[in-house]
């Protein structure tokens, strides 16, 4: 999770009842798979003294910084986001190194294009209209064979 990350902020009072989050994420951060990931990310905690709700701030190591309030976010929910933001990350740098451009635009029209080696079931219907078996035997066989519930 760290990897992802060039500072890590978590604030919060220690009387507060709201705080698991916040030691939840700070055991995270503080473990040592996700130190050895990533020794150069800042990890700063801030005690509070005044009431001032818990929260967490991560800047990611493109520079943008993400604030989440840790009354409402469990820390998992945090480090998932985390997680699939670094990916993100990961997936517009490799883009941009092969040269190619980000974000990807996919044209419409390829959107739509049917794929090879898909069936398309307008043509299980029409084969199902013109085959010789009673219709209710046909579907009856397509629904074991493709494990679908045709209606």
């Known amino acids: 999770m760290l990897k992802f990350l060039s500072r890590v902020r ?6 507060d009842p709201r705080v698991a ?4 994420f700070l055991a995270q951060c503080n473990a040592r ?4 990931s990533n020794p150069a990310c800042q990890i700063q905690v801030k005690r509070r003294t005044d009431d001032h709700p818990p929260q967490i701030t991560v800047t990611f190591v493109n520079g943008v910084e993400e604030v989440f309030d840790a009354t ?4 998992q929910t945090i480090r998932t986001m985390i ?12 883009f941009r190194e092969a040269g ?19 069936k398309d079931f307008s043509f299980c ?7 010789g078996l009673k219709m209710k035997e046909r579907v009856e066989e397509r629904e ?4 679908l519930k045709i209606m």
Do not use: Y
Not at 10 to 15: G, P, T
Not at 83 to 94: A, D, P, R, S, Y
Not at 125 to 131: P, R
């Open 144 to 147: 074991r064979v493709w494990g």
């Open 33 to 36: 798979n996700a130190k050895e």
């Open 21 to 24: 989050s916040c030691m939840e």
């Open 83 to 94: 997680l699939e933001k670094g990916q993100l990350l990961e997936t517009e740098q490799m």
């Open 10 to 15: 978590i604030e919060f009072n220690a009387l």
């Open 100 to 118: 190619e451009a980000w974000p990807v635009i996919i044209p419409d029209e390829e959107l739509h294009r049917h794929a090879p080696g898909t």
């Open 125 to 131: 219907i029409l084969d199902l209209l013109s085959s």
């Open 72 to 75: 409402a976010t469990p820390a």
